[in-house]
């Protein structure tokens, strides 16, 4: 009997530690990857990521880069750093992202659909580029997001209705780029001051109740 049970007590306990650890080993890895995937897909004349080094065990002691208590990525901060290129999807992978900093750089192409993945994103900061391409409907799965800024950019298209739901949202600014059809009006659009989209030379200004779906101006 007590030989079983210690066998049965051995047996859980490496069950629970493979448990324990791989997913959290895994995670690690998962996450230095994905910015080492932006980091490849940048030039970076200043030598900013110059510390985010792939073969270490996570990205938590690279500069630019804060991770919370248990080695997840909660901050990348790379505002003002003379970035050029793209960005990638595989960001979409930080699941604990809370702030993702890249105002004032010149990174162009789109905003990956994917980043409408980053379910703990509080602020997405990407104004100053030169962002092209539609606001990915995605963000509006983003349930932790305050700050969204894309302000001065090239985007175009609608701003997505899917937004309207992202009851955390404070503040948005879109002004300065190319959008089109009209302003939301409710949910946290309601507050949201009307400079903040001003300069979008195709956007006709605030939408009339529930009539933004049948705007085939854009
Ligand atoms: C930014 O990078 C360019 C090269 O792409 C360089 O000529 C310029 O001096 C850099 N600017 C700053 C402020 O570091
Ligand atoms: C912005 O991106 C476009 C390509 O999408 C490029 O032709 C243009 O030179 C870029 N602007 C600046 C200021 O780098």
């Keep these: 009997m007590a030989v079983a049970a210690d066998v049965v007590a051995r047996t859980l306990a490496v069950v629970l530690a493979v448990a324990l650890l791989s997913p959290r080993l895994v995670s690690s890895n998962s996450e230095g990857d994905a910015l080492y995937a932006l980091r490849k897909s940048l030039s970076d004349p200043d030598n900013v990521l110059q510390s985010w080094d792939p073969t270490l065990v996570n990205p938590c002691t690279w500069f630019h880069i804060t991770c919370n208590q248990d080695n997840r990525v909660t901050r990348v901060d790379l505002g003002n750093s003379n970035l050029s290129g793209h960005l990638v999807p595989e960001l979409g992978h930080l699941e604990h992202l809370q702030y993702l900093e890249l105002y004032k750089n010149n990174i162009q192409g789109a905003i990956p659909a994917e980043f409408g993945n980053l379910k703990s994103l509080i602020s997405l900061d990407l104004y100053n580029n030169n962002i092209s391409g539609v606001i990915p409907p995605t963000l509006g799965k983003l349930k932790s997001l305050v700050f969204l800024r894309l302000n001065d950019n090239r985007l175009t298209g609608q701003i997505p209705r ?23 009006t409710t949910g946290p659009f309601e507050h949201i001051p009307l400079n903040n989209f001003e300069n979008n030379p195709r956007l006709e200004g605030p939408e009339l109740q529930g009539l933004a779906m049948y705007d085939t101006n854009c």
Excluded: A, Q, R
């Design 162 to 184: 899917e937004l309207v739901k992202t009851s955390s949202l404070k503040v948005v600014d879109v002004s300065n780029n190319d959008l089109c059809g009209t302003i939301p």
